[in-house]
């Protein structure tokens, strides 16, 4: 019995002594291999290294010793002179500690942490793989909303506290509420945030309806027809809005993006347009944003008051539109006239003529180019001009007349003058007739043959008196002549009997008689 409890206590002596003697090896450890924190916290890294004593009888020492995210195992960059975290690095570095603090974590800190130190031995490099993985997050406020209610949860990618227990605030004001979720009625400028408890500086961030929503045209210069033209819309929310466009005057959706894109914009789509920002717990509308489309003149409308048939010496007004952008100059012309006559929608004419009728155009200009329509002014004589001019009719007429008569007078002397020698005329027996009337026509040549011809009464003379119903009558009619030569005239003819004279004969019942010109 002795022997065995000699023998055990040796044996255990025996590698206590062995133990104490093995040279550490080269080694890191990390405690824990993996950290989830918050952002806005403090996270401490726990870490410890070894390294043997002596090599070949050479004692280690440690040299260099940092802590890398960047570059690779032979060439580190030193978190201490990584401008990420300039200032919020703490090494606690001892002989075999090699603890790291990272201060204010942002999302961006997540990565792979890895310790590596340096001694004087050949070689006598070493880096501690794998390394610890940080996975640095917010908390967040999640949103689900109903017809009736609106739920709010707080939770984050990872849990730095089992069980955890959350504190609720609306505008910086602590709420009543310590669960993860909670259900809320929201009003306009309600922001609802959330932290874990004891950590109540780490909140989330705060959730809103969006605000502070624009609608803003992002194509610079001046808009025409068939270019692309963008309009953006942008809001301040949380949870992220959605997006809708609208023009004004038209309730009907025309996009639901957050940018509305004109691929190749046309005339017709100028006007005003809104956007709508929305999320669970709202929304907002924009105030309008203008997009105007320049064009060149459409062909002009054109109009004339008074319409149809126009009298001389009206007031009349020619009109003229033009659908253009930027807005049209107007200038009439008259066909065939190269002067303007007017400028401005409207011409005026006060007391039109009725030389003034003809074909009017209206030119509508802008920078973007011109267009011309035509209208026609149908200007008719007012009524003394048609008087006048219906009795121009008769008096040339007339005139006809008296060509016709001197024509034939001329005929009929050619013909009398050849009778043969010694003949006379005889007396001829004329028949009665109810009235006899002589016209001696003057014409406006230098020839002074005479023509009488008989003109039968009206009617109402024949039941005039029988003394009236046997007078003879003359009349005079001149034309193209002055009165003074028509008197001087008359008198030669009642001196001097004309050889070539034309003798007419009217016959008066009951009754022969011979009449001869004045003057035989």
Known sequence: MSFSAAATGFVALFLSM???????????????????????????????????????????????RLW????????????????????????????????????????????EYKFRFVTNQPDGAFTGLPGVILTVTDLRVQVRRSEMQTELKCESSCDPIKP???VWFNKEKKME?????????????????????????????????????????????????????????????????NYTWRKKNNQSIVSE????????????????????????????????????????????????????EIMEGSLVTLSCSSDANPEANYTWYKEGEEAPKASGQNFTITNIMFKQRGNYYC??????????STVTVNVVLAPRNQVAAAAAVPAVFLILICLFLWILKTKVWKQQSRPAAGQVPSEQVIPAEDDVAYSVVHFATKQEELVYSNINPTQSKRHKKRKEEEMVEYASVNCGRTRTAARTESAQQDSVEDPAALYSSVNKPGRNIRETPSGL
């Open 18 to 64: 062995t133990v104490g003697q093995v040279e550490p090896d080269w080694s890191v450890k990390y405690d824990p291999s993996q950290i989830c924190a918050l952002t806005g916290s403090t996270v401490k890294i726990k870490c410890s290294y070894t390294y043997p004593y002596k090599i070949h009888g050479i004692t280690t020492k440690v040299k260099t």
């Open 68 to 111: 890398f995210t960047k570059g690779n195992n032979q060439v580190p960059v030193d978190l201490k002179k990584d401008s990420d975290y300039n200032g919020r690095i703490i090494y606690n570095f001892t002989d075999n500690s090699c603890n790291l603090t990272i201060k204010d974590l942002n999302l961006r800190d997540s990565a």
């Open 164 to 166: 955890p227990s959350y």
């Open 177 to 241: 509420e310590q669960t993860s979720s909670i259900l809320v009625s929201v009003r306009d400028g309600d922001r609802f945030s959330c932290s874990v408890k004891g950590h109540e500086d780490l909140r989330s961030r705060p959730v809103y309806a969006p605000t502070f929503t624009s609608a803003n045209l992002m194509t610079s210069g001046q808009i025409t027809e068939g270019r692309s033209v963008t309009l953006s819309c942008s809001s301040d929310a949380n949870p992220e809005a």
């Open 257 to 308: 993006d957050q940018q509305f894109v004109f691929w190749s914009i046309l005339s017709s789509d100028s006007g005003l347009y809104y956007c709508t920002a929305q999320n669970q717990l709202g929304e907002e509308t924009s105030g309008p944003v203008s997009v105007q489309v320049t064009y060149g003149p459409r062909p002009p409308s054109v109009s004339v008051t008074p319409s149809g």
């Open 363 to 372: 030119e509508a200009q802008n920078s973007r180019g011109r267009c011309n």
